[in-house]
C-alpha cells in the first residue's frame, strides 16, 4: 500500500474519436464533442493538432491544483468495436502500455509496476478497460491510470497521473469528471464548430 505525502496530482485525459468516415479522410468533419462545463473544474478552449490523425484537444483544471488533458484522435481506423471487450481496445491498451514500458527504458521513469487491470462503469452504461500501475518518477510514486472503450466507432481513452493514493483509488473529483464525460458522449453531444487554436501534441 503507498500514501501520497501531497493531495496534489496531476490527471492526463486521453479521449480518442473517430468514425469511419472520418478517419478516411483523416480528419472529423464538422462536429466535434461538446465537452462539459463541470463544477469544479475550469476548461480550456480546444486545441486542435496540426497532424490529423492526433486529432483536438482540451484541458480542465480543479480547484484544487488537478489538470485534465483531453485528447481526441483518430489513430487512422476505420472500425472500432463498442465497449470494452473488442480487439481494436486490446491492441490500443497494449500500445499506451508499451509507451510506458519505452519510457521506463529511456529511463523517464524508474519503475512501473501494474496494480490491477479490471473493467470499471466511469457513469450510466459506459464501461471501459483499467489498466492501474505505480510509476516511480524522481523517486516519487505516483499512480498512472488508463480507461480505454470503443464507442460508435470511436476511441475513448482516459489517461490519468497524480501522487499515489491508497490502493490507487481514483480521487473523487476525477470521478466526477469522468461521470460528467460519460453522460455527455451517452447523449451524443456535439457542436458544429469550435473555436480552436493550433498545437503541437
Known sequence: MFRSRSGAFIVVVVLAIASAVQAAAGGFGSDKIDFPEVEGWTKSEVTVF???ELGYAVSYESQTGGRVTVYAYNGGLVKIGNG???????????????????YV???????????????IKLGGDVEALRYVLALTIRGQIMTSEIYLFGHENQFIKFRATRAMEEDGEINESVRRLFKEIAKTLSEGRSRPEVGAREGSK
Request: no cysteine; aromatic share 6%; net charge negative.
Open 84 to 102: 470494452a471487450d473488442s480487439k481494436e481496445v486490446e491492441d490500443e491498451i497494449k500500445k499506451a502500455l508499451g509507451e510506458i514500458n519505452a
Open 50 to 52: 496540426s497532424q490529423p
Open 105 to 119: 527504458v529511456a529511463g523517464y521513469y524508474e519503475r512501473a509496476e501494474t496494480i490491477r487491470l479490471d473493467k
